[in-house]
């Protein structure tokens, strides 16, 4: 649940990169201390799953980077299909 929450924020084309940084923040202190979405963790459960979402976070971006573009064009209004 950790790494869907980050990778919605992600891909969501309407927050603008301080706003996005800034719920991340919040998030980022909290997943840490153990108190993520999934409940309660011990903080070395809480580093393990943030570690492990930031590795698959960093492995989606090449998709996040093409979702964000697809969005925006949608937005715009602009056919990007091939």
């Known amino acids: 649940m950790m790494r869907n929450?980050?990778?919605?924020?992600?891909?969501?084309?309407?927050?603008?990169a301080p706003d996005m940084l800034a719920i991340?923040?919040?998030?980022?202190r909290r997943d840490l201390a153990g108190d993520g979405v999934g409940g309660r963790s011990s903080i070395g459960q809480a580093w393990l799953e943030f570690a492990r979402s930031v590795v698959?976070?960093?492995?989606?971006?090449?998709r996040v980077t093409r979702r964000r573009r697809a969005d925006a064009?949608?937005?715009?209004g602009i056919d990007v299909r091939p």
């Open 5 to 16: 929450k980050y990778y919605f924020l992600l891909t969501d084309i309407g927050l603008k």
């Open 24 to 28: 991340i923040c919040g998030w980022v």
């Open 56 to 62: 698959w976070l960093l492995a989606q971006l090449p």
């Open 73 to 76: 064009a949608l937005q715009a």
